[in-house]
């Protein structure tokens, strides 16, 4: 029973999970704190937000690596326009506009990658240069400090404020954001036509042809959704860092990715949830904002994100050659 159970790639990593978290524990016991507990959820939102994208384009049998140069772009047009028009209004509106501008540039991997079939690792490899260096040649390269009203309101919004070791320790509203895209793409993959053609013509494109599902408009849509989210998690950033940063998020990409893959997504297409995509997303952020707190010096952050990479691809890899074995497919 038990080895049925840790046989899924959730429960691995909720193991480990567990496990890194009990370590962590041990040697700070300033881990445990609901200061630092809600700071890993806060680091959560962003990399989450856009890993859900990257996860849906995963299942596609597609990648983009461009969701970090996508999400600062959005951001930083969308905050530029709002300033220039001195926009007073809801910060659902900045959050509209800058996943519009998103959609907008994961439209341009959708149609390179969907209708000219060209390969998506080089296309969106492309875009992440493209849509950085377009935003730095065309928009601006400034640092914008005072922010529309709006995305400084968000910035202050709080869900829940506890007392803890007598200090504050406050949940910022930017985690329900994620917690709610997170049921709804797991509700829309599991439920709707749209889900169950993007796991099926991700886990065999000729046989989801002849079974009618517009594969090209599935994938299409995929980089779409991508992009509109990644423009989302770049607004949600900049507000919560209260400063619209060209040159912030650099990088970001490989986080996203090792948090996606380690949640059990192929990055063959067919594969992946949006539980083990949070799961992989905990993990990530939990290793990064607890590094310095047990002593380890956070310039060894992008090698363990490294490590989780290859992880994330090696162990299903080594899994599938077992099994190909055992079947006698390869020797």
Known sequence: MIRRVFATREAMLAAVIIGLAAVFALISPQFLSLAHLFGIARGSVVIGIMAL???????????????????????????????????QGSFIVAALLASAIGACFGAVNATL??????????????????FRGGLLAFVGTDRIRVLPAQMSDFAGTQLLTLS?????ASLHVAVLVLVVLALV??????????????YAAGDNEQAAIR?????RRVRFSAYVLAGALA???????????????PFTLVGMELDVLAAVVLGG?????????????????????????SLVLVGIPSAWQPAFVGGFLLLGVGIPALRQRRVDRARGVVA
């Open 231 to 245: 423009g989302l998690a770049g607004i949600i950033s900049a507000s919560l860092n209260q400063a619209a940063d």
């Open 265 to 289: 997504a192929s990055v063959l297409g067919g594969r992946g949830t949006v539980l083990g995509t949070m799961l992989g997303v905990i993990l990530v952020t939990m290793v990064g904002a």
């Open 211 to 215: 079974l009618g599902v517009p594969v």
């Open 164 to 168: 803890s070791g007598g200090r504050q």
């Open 53 to 87: 994208g990257l996860l849906v384009v995963l299942i596609s049998a597609g990648i983009d690596v461009s969701v970090s140069a996508t999400a600062v772009a959005s951001m930083y047009i969308a905050t530029v326009a709002l300033t220039e028009l001195d926009f």
């Open 185 to 198: 793409i797991a509700w829309a993959l599991r439920y709707t036509n749209w889900g169950r053609s993007l």
């Open 113 to 130: 990658v969907s209708w000219l079939k060209l390969p998506s690792l080089i296309v969106t490899l492309g875009t992440l240069t493209l």
